[in-house]
């Protein structure tokens, strides 16, 4: 037997005891070293479920913010899933999106939804889209719609239905039959296609609008003449005016001609209605300020 595991003076221990006791020495070193190596492993897992918790409460805040109708607040408590949600980081943005998109900024809210869209799992090639991308389509298509009705209300129909189509394409193989869309996506491209159609209607009549020439304005082709004005061409003189030609024509009722005239009792009459008309036109005209402000010139 070796001195160094003999017992100390004043104990005695059998070599089993002093064998056991080095074992069980050398084991508390063991689980001290394991220790050691898993308080990192260990501390990251704590700080993951602490990530994980916030992340609940945030979005039950969220939630709670935007069923009361506190959409800025949603948005602000959604915002921060950013940081906690490190496992699913498209919802974030989709939640925010979704949040601004119900406050009517539908332009920031594409911001934020685009992102969605990038971080958002993608099926595999060939295959339609997921419910989880579908849902994004959806919410981002909403708000393209919304910036399609602001340029409406603004009589900009073209950018109008600009915004509509691209709604549409948001919705490829999600509004229609079979897609992971649902109801909610079927609808949106209906009413959506319904609202193009209407943008497109107004803008072409603008643009044939924009065609016709405006009133009191020359259409640049020769035009019969005013009553009591003259054109410059070869046209008949109006009543009591020479033509200053040659040509000898007959005279008028006050003429030196010495021939007797008989005159048309329908033509009189049609004088003398026109002449009232004038005369009450005249007088309307002088009542009201003068001119009708249509722009035509009396």
């Known amino acids: 037997m070796s001195l160094d595991i003999l017992p100390p003076p004043g104990e005695f221990k059998t070599t089993e005891e002093i064998r056991d006791a080095k074992f069980a020495e050398e084991l508390r070193t063991k689980r001290k070293r394991l220790l050691l190596w898993s308080a990192p492993l260990m501390l990251i897992a704590l700080l993951a479920a602490l990530k994980l918790l916030s992340a609940v409460a945030v979005n039950m805040a969220g939630s709670s913010a935007y069923d009361h109708a506190n959409y800025n607040t949603a948005a602000d408590r959604f915002e921060s899933l950013e940081f906690f949600n490190v496992i ?6 989709f939640n925010q999106g979704t949040a601004v998109y119900a406050s009517g900024q539908f332009f920031q809210s594409t911001q934020h939804l685009a992102v969605a869209l990038d971080l958002v799992p993608k099926a595999p090639q060939g ?42 394409e948001m919705l490829s193989n999600c509004g229609e ?61 109006t009543d009591g005016e020479s033509s200053g030609e040659g040509e000898s024509e007959s005279p008028s009722e006050s003429g030196s001609g010495g021939e007797s005239q008989s005159t048309d009792p329908q033509q009189e009459e049609l004088e003398s209605r026109n002449e009232e008309a004038q005369q009450s036109a005249d007088a309307e005209e002088q009542a009201s300020g003068g001119g009708n402000g249509s722009g035509q010139n009396w």
């Open 88 to 93: 699913e980081p498209w919802k974030a943005h």
């Open 177 to 237: 039959g079979g897609g992971n869309g649902g109801e909610e996506a079927q609808e949106a491209e209906e009413r959506q296609e319904e609202s193009q159609g209407e943008a497109e209607e107004q803008q072409q009549q603008q643009e044939q609008e924009g065609e016709e020439p405006t009133d009191g304005e020359s259409s640049g082709e020769s035009e019969t003449p005013t009553d009591g004005e003259s054109s410059d061409e070869g046209e008949s003189p």
């Open 127 to 168: 295959e339609p889209p997921a419910k989880e991308e579908c849902d994004v389509r959806t919410n981002y298509s909403l708000a393209l719609e919304g910036l399609g009705d602001e340029a409406m209300a603004a009589s900009d129909p073209a950018m109008g239905a600009d915004y509509y189509a691209q709604a549409q």
